[in-house]
């Protein structure tokens, strides 16, 4: 598997770990916002990397597969054992590039949101390891005494559980998991960032469009509502008409995630509503996630970054 590196002209500047979308099936690396921009504007080194996609069988017709993607192809937990290795490689491989092993966010967008919050909910692959999963598809083959943990999560329009999907053959949680839901509840169960969430997750930033007609916005809902549970820090923002990948309109007006954040930024503002759960410790701070809710955009992302894994992680305790 390959990765895109882009790293700031600043020292030792934390790191972003970008997953794309495409229902686990379409698309590449590329498929992501400017990627070069926003290193350089938030200050922190950002990698899109690849991962394996979803087998897809001669008898499953889909749209706008590229023949010519070059990208290796699975069933998960392969899509998995991929996003948690490009952690632990950029994590081996600091010293070389210059960025900062210790501060990693994990950002991703639909399929990449979902695959960006399971590596937030679980810190190692092998955590995945059960009934559903066995440790023979979990194996470290790359980098494998670093860690796979991250210290933050954005999540775009993710999945978070997919027993929430049709689960009906054909579907990309099919394709995804390698069968129907009703043949294999454990696996859809498993494969969930919603069923791992416990109190040692990192914090977590959500967007998402009310009217998303590909990954209905109930799937960030659930999140929010099981990190909340689990004293979690955690801010979702949903935006009131917006469909997935912020765009605009109905299903025909969806474009690549290389528009995403120019849509979500556009003037005039969305309507939006932003919750935020914050957890205290008796005798503790308020963690400050965003200052003052600004609207959904860059700004709030590189205000979220820079208070998890960014100068102000360690101090930044103050309304």
């Known amino acids: 598997m390959k990765l895109d590196l882009y790293v700031p002209a600043v020292d030792d500047p934390p790191l972003i770990v970008y997953y794309h979308g495409g229902a686990w099936v379409f698309n590449t690396r590329d498929n ?6 926003y290193a ?16 897809v ?21 392969d899509h998995f054992v991929d996003a948690k290795a490009a952690v632990r490689w950029l994590r081996a491989n600091a010293g070389e590039y210059g960025y900062d092993a210790e501060r990693v966010a994990a950002w ?4 990449g949101g979902h695959l960006a919050s399971l590596v937030g909910v679980l ?3 092998t955590d995945l390891a059960g009934e559903a999963y066995s440790e023979d598809e979990l194996r470290k083959e790359v980098a494998p005494d ?10 775009w329009y993710g999945v978070s559980d997919l027993t929430l999907t049709p689960g009906e053959t054909g579907n990309p949680e099919t394709l995804l998991i390698g069968g129907p839901k009703s043949e294999n509840r454990a696996r ?35 999140l929010y509502d099981a990190l909340d549970k689990a004293g979690v820090d955690a801010i979702k923002y949903e935006l009131h ?14 474009q690549s995630e290389r528009v995403a954040m120019d849509l979500l930024a556009a003037s005039p503002t969305p309507a939006q509503s932003v919750s935020e759960t914050v957890h205290i410790e008796k005798g503790g701070a308020a963690r400050v996630l965003t200052q003052g809710k600004p609207p959904a955009g860059p700004i709030t992302i590189g205000q979220f970054l820079t208070r998890t894994i960014g100068d102000l992680a360690c101090c930044d305790t103050e309304a």
Do not use: C
């Open 241 to 254: 008409e917006l469909n997935h990948v912020f765009a605009h309109g109905g299903i025909e007006t969806i």
């Open 146 to 155: 670093e860690s796979g943990a991250v210290q933050a999560v954005v999540n």
């Open 108 to 111: 991703g967008a639909s399929a």
């Open 188 to 222: 859809f169960e498993q494969a969930s960032p919603v069923t791992h969430v416990s109190a040692n997750d990192p914090p977590f930033l959500i967007m998402h469009g009310r009217a998303d007609q590909v990954v209905p916005i109930k799937h960030s809902r659930v």
């Open 57 to 77: 069988p001669e008898d499953v017709e889909l749209p706008s597969i590229d023949p010519e993607n070059p990208t290796p192809r699975g069933v998960f937990p």
């Open 40 to 55: 350089e504007k938030w200050g922190m080194a950002i990698a899109s990397v690849s991962y394996r996609l979803s087998e």
């Open 123 to 125: 810190d190692d692959v």
């Open 32 to 37: 992501a916002p400017e990627l070069a921009r």
